[in-house]
């Protein structure tokens, strides 16, 4: 079958990139597949599992319920973005600090999920943290470390941001 | 697993998206949010020939709320809604059901339209849309139409939406003075769809004693089971509610199956005892008391 393409623009991690895509391209495999950033990891592929987290204007969704026409022109931060200068973001120190991760297949996820949760609450409760996890899978770590990670980096975002 | 094959239209204006939806008749499926579409797409339970993806209409994200009630436009996220603080002051039951809606990150794409019109019998919004005897609006090339709640959900994810319609907007009213609610649910883990699940609103007199009181189930029936239990409660206060004839009064109304999650007989023994959770609590917020 011959589908209709459609050419999409997205700003990826601060750089304008085009792609030509049918419509039911899932924006996690324009992502990994047309774009080639493969930070991005998809888990479930129906919104469960949290792996293919992405920030589409600065707010965590699932890259796997979204389609990459729906989301032309606008932009989109993966885990390959959150990194400054080369050095590791706040989330992503906490969560090497704290041993947040063991196979790291879900670790892309996690990492925009909360960069945004911080963002949003710098100083979160425990509850607060969980409930701001609750929504991504993790099979090793049993999340203790991944919690930990939580607090660890707004310690370090706070630092940081005093600095 | 990706989604079927389907021609893809982005209509600009609404005028567009109706001339779209009125051409391609049943063949075509409305994405918003797509929390709930594009799973079934991927796990292709769905298959619609076209889809038309409303996400670029403008003017449908509104969250309008007055003295009467909130009106929440199609394109209004799960998340805008639940930090809308003249939604909550307005519909405080609004705040309260979209806390229990998946998660946070669905809950910042999912739309409360599309909730609705994807009539998932587990979810929250039918029970309130249901409970508060609200209506959602429905346009298409010919005219617009308001469905009331009771008249929407007509089966297990069907809704009186034709070809051809768009669910524009929803109405959820305000209750009178004195009045409070809350929802209460359990789910094997968080986030999942509700085992089973109240929503409650109560309405006091002036002396405090219960002048309404009713609830919407979830999980319990092919659409969001309604009951009154004005009378079961009785004209009193909530400190003297006969609160076990109450949820045997729910129990007797509902209708659950038993699936892998939970039997019939747990989805009604859990029913009874969210309903008393629900009730009280609808009933010491309409005290003034916090929950």
């Not at chain 1, 039911?24 to 991005?40: A, V």
């Not at chain 1, 599992?49 to 319920?65: F, H, I, K, Q, Y």
């Not at chain 1, 949760?117 to 999340?143: I, K, M, Q, S, W």
Request: charge should be negative; include cysteine.
């Amino acid at each position: 079958m011959n589908e209709t393409r459609h050419r999409v623009t997205l700003t990826v991690n601060g750089v304008v990139r085009e792609a030509t895509v049918p419509g039911r391209r899932l924006l996690s495999d324009c992502l990994r597949h047309d774009l080639g950033l493969t930070g991005t990891h998809v888990g479930c592929e129906h919104g469960v599992c949290g792996a293919c987290t992405v920030l589409l204007d600065g707010e965590p969704v699932r890259s796997c319920l979204t389609l990459a026409v729906t989301v032309d022109g606008h932009e989109i931060t993966t885990v390959e973005g959150l990194a400054r200068d080369g050095e590791p973001s706040p989330v992503q120190r906490a969560f090497a600090e704290c041993h947040a991760l063991q196979c790291g297949f879900c670790t892309p996820g996690f990492l925009c999920t909360l960069t945004a949760f911080l963002r949003d609450n710098p100083a979160p409760t425990e509850e607060e943290a969980l409930e701001a996890v609750a929504g991504n899978l993790c099979r090793c770590t049993g999340y203790q470390n991944i919690l930990k990670a939580v607090h660890r980096a707004a310690e370090l975002q706070a630092e940081e941001g005093g600095a | 697993m990706k989604p079927p094959p389907f021609e893809y239209h982005g209509p600009v204006t609404l005028g567009e998206a109706l001339d779209v939806l009125a051409e391609v008749g049943p063949d075509g499926k409305v994405l918003a949010g797509g929390q709930s579409l594009i799973p079934l797409l991927n796990m292709r339970l769905a298959a619609p020939a076209h889809l038309v993806d409303v996400n670029r209409v403008p003017g449908l994200d509104g969250i309008e709320a007055g003295p009467a009630g909130v009106r929440v436009g199609a394109l209004a996220r799960h998340a805008a809604v639940e930090r809308s603080p003249r939604a909550a002051a307005v519909q405080p039951l609004l705040r309260q059901a979209l806390r229990l809606v998946a998660h946070p990150v669905i809950r910042n794409r999912g739309t409360v339209v599309g909730s609705l019109v994807h009539a998932d019998p587990a979810a929250e919004l039918p029970a309130v849309l249901a409970l508060l005897g609200g209506s959602v609006r429905l346009a298409s090339r010919g005219g617009e139409r308001e469905i009331p709640a009771a008249r929407f959900f007509t089966g297990p994810m069907e809704s009186a939406l034709r070809p051809g319609e768009l669910a524009v907007s929803a109405f959820f009213p305000a209750l009178p003075a004195r009045s409070g609610t809350a929802f209460h649910e359990v789910a094997r883990r968080h986030g999942d769809y509700a085992m089973a699940g109240v929503a409650a609103a109560v309405t006091l007199d002036e002396d405090f004693t219960i002048a309404a009181a009713r609830v919407a189930c979830v999980s319990v029936g092919p659409v969001p089971v309604v009951v009154d239990v004005t009378a079961a409660c009785g004209r009193r206060p909530a400190s003297s509610v006969p609160w076990d004839a109450v949820a045997d009064a729910v129990r007797e109304r509902i209708e659950p199956e038993g699936d892998i999650h939970a039997t019939a007989d747990y989805r009604r023994h859990l029913t009874g005892v969210l309903a008393v959770r629900a009730l009280r609590d609808a009933a010491g917020a309409a005290r003034g008391e916090e929950s």
